[in-house]
């Protein structure tokens, strides 16, 4: 189906794909590629570990007015896809097989292109790559990270690929058990606010009123997010991974302020059993992203 060629550029590990040239380079050098294998590679990046159907590509790549061998033909294209980004089915690092539904592209991608340009696409592909920062080495995906997070690629956040397959059940479980958890400390901190401030005025704290609005200010907007989280795992919501993703650099860093919270328990517990609830909390956020992702996987 004819459709308009745009200047977007997508980049993946050692990969970059230029939309409009049509062409695929791995570190400049320019890869060998037919013309549907290139729009399959097109239609899995602008969706990255999104499930992208068989029904879908067919509409994309022969419309509902060519009458082909439809099935033999997808499976040749892809096959000619992942030669070309040297990938295995059995043990995909870009190109993931979800049998008899479709395919995803399981690693981190970056969208290139003129400012004026970028749409809601490119934001969404940005949050996908902060979310799934790659593994170190010379062939891994490399995204371009805002400065605040550089300092978890490669290190704390796991790849999609990277991830065990977990029963979904068991998955949505823990993601429920996590929407609890935090719940239970953002109504706790609210209903025990003035004990809170008694705290913040005996450390001697500046302002402690503020510290305490912004308490409150945090618990309230997690709120409704934290009981979107809990209903959308609840209900099975399939867009429950790209949501996420967007998500996910805010929460992240208010998870971490809220990781303090195990400190506003002191006149109950010991200084270093609140340090460690706090260490806990702190790989909380990134326990959660991975179990987004093993969500996402189990479909």
């Not at 980049?11 to 049509?22: D, H, I, Y």
Request: charged share 20%.
């Amino acid at each position: 189906m004819a459709r308009e060629i745009t200047d977007r550029v997508f980049r993946f590990g050692a990969f970059e794909v230029n939309e409009a040239t049509g062409e695929l380079r791995k570190q400049g050098i320019r890869i060998k590629m037919h013309s549907q294998p290139f729009q399959i590679l097109v239609m899995l990046l602008e969706r990255p570990s999104e499930l992208v159907t068989r029904e879908e590509m067919r509409q994309r790549l022969w419309g509902d007015d060519t009458f082909v061998d439809f099935d033999h033909g997808l499976n040749t294209a892809v096959n000619k896809l992942r030669e070309a980004l040297g990938d295995l089915a059995s043990q995909p690092r870009y190109v993931e097989t979800v049998s008899g539904r479709g395919y995803r592209f399981i690693a981190p991608v970056t969208l290139a292109g003129p400012v004026s340009k970028m749409s809601e696409v490119s934001i969404a592909v940005t949050c996908d790559a902060v979310a799934s920062a790659p593994n170190s080495g010379p062939t891994s995906p490399v995204a371009p990270l805002d400065d605040g997070l550089k300092i978890f690629r490669g290190t704390l956040l796991a790849a999609p690929h990277e991830l065990p397959r977990a029963p979904r059940t068991l998955v949505r479980a823990l993601l429920l058990l996590i929407q609890a958890m935090y719940l239970a400390f953002y109504l706790g901190a609210l209903a025990n606010l003035s004990e809170i401030l008694d705290i913040f005025s005996d450390a001697r704290l500046l302002l402690p009123s503020t510290l305490t609005a912004l308490l409150v200010l945090t618990a309230v907007v997690l709120i409704p997010v934290r009981l979107f989280l809990f209903a959308a795992v609840a209900f099975d919501f399939q867009q429950l991974p790209s949501k996420f993703r967007k998500l996910f650099p805010v929460l992240l860093c208010m998870d971490l302020l809220w990781a303090l919270s195990p400190f506003l328990l002191v006149h109950h517990v010991s200084l270093g059993l609140a340090l460690g609830m706090t260490a806990a909390l702190v790989y909380m956020p990134f326990a959660q992203r991975s179990l987004v992702l093993m969500y996402a996987r189990s479909r």
